[in-house]
Structures are given as structure tokens and as C-alpha cells.
């Protein structure tokens, strides 16, 4: 089974796609940018929503699907030609890995014993709003 999410800058999920684990990443991003719960403001002028994404989605399919969302794309290219030059900015794809890690602490999620693909999503949403209880109930506590 394949998640596909799709998180803030802070790791906190907005949207989350299952599928076979032999579908291609890129394949799934369209759905994942249409899945999100809090629906997306326009972007301002001067003032674009980045996206970053791993090589997996270094394709047409991947590259349209930003660009019809309206979204800044930062994808890691396959081959790259550019010459080596300094990073100005860390990559930040780790957010997510990290967010997945968070959603693997839950027994149920880290082991599929779901029959039912829509069970196994409706576990990992309710996994995603408790997350994002925690970070709210933190953010209470710290003030």
C-alpha cells in the first residue's frame, strides 16, 4: 500500500492518497493536491505557493500537475546539467518522511490489518487529525 501526502512547511498533513504499491508516485499527485481538507487560498500576486518534490516526479505528469494548481514547483531534476553551484536553501522533502514516521507510531497504520482500502484511509485521516490535535493542544500550552 502507497501513501501519498502532502504537508505544510511544519510537517502538519493536509491531504493524504492510498493506492497499490505499484503505482508510480507521479501518478498519485494529482489526486493528493485535489484531497486537501482546507480548501487552498488564491495565491497573491508576488507571493506564489511553493511545492517541493523528489526526483519521482521529475515528468510530464508531474510537472502539469503543479502547474495547473497553481503551484511554484521545486522538483529535484533526474539529470541534472547544471553546473555545481552553492545551496542557498536545505531541501526540505524530509518534512514529509518525518510526518509518515509520526503517522507509523500508530500500530494499525504501521501494519495494514485493513481489509478494506477506505477503512485503512479513514484510520490514517482520524491518525492525521490527531496529529494535528496534538500540535494544536502544544501550541496552548506553550502560551
Known amino acids: 500500500m502507497k501513501k501519498s501526502l502532502l504537508v505544510e512547511q511544519d510537517g502538519g498533513p493536509l491531504s493524504i492518497v492510498i493506492a497499490g504499491a505499484n503505482v508510480p508516485d507521479a501518478h498519485l499527485?494529482?489526486?493528493?493536491l485535489d484531497a486537501v481538507v482546507v480548501e487552498r487560498p488564491e495565491p497573491e500576486p508576488g507571493y506564489e505557493q511553493?511545492?517541493?518534490l523528489d526526483k519521482g516526479?521529475?515528468?510530464d505528469t508531474g510537472w502539469?500537475?503543479?502547474?495547473?494548481?497553481?503551484?511554484?514547483?521545486?522538483?529535484?531534476?533526474?539529470?541534472?546539467?547544471r553546473p555545481p553551484r552553492p545551496k542557498r536553501f536545505k531541501p526540505k522533502r524530509w518534512v514529509v518522511e518525518r510526518t509518515l514516521a509520526w503517522l507509523s507510531q500508530c500500530?494499525?497504520?504501521?501494519?495494514?490489518?485493513?481489509?478494506?482500502a477506505r477503512n485503512y484511509l479513514g484510520l490514517l485521516q482520524l491518525a492525521c487529525a490527531l496529529l494535528w490535535f496534538r500540535r494544536y493542544h502544544r501550541l496552548i500550552h506553550l502560551r
Do not use: G, V
Not at 499527485?29 to 493528493?32: E, P, S
Not at 500500530?107 to 478494506?116: M, S, V
Open 107 to 116: 500500530r494499525a497504520i504501521l501494519i495494514r490489518w485493513d481489509t478494506k
Open 64 to 81: 502539469e500537475a503543479t502547474a495547473e494548481r497553481d503551484y511554484e514547483p521545486h522538483i529535484a531534476l533526474i539529470r541534472d546539467q
Open 57 to 59: 516526479f521529475d515528468n
Open 50 to 52: 511553493h511545492l517541493c
Open 29 to 32: 499527485l494529482a489526486q493528493t
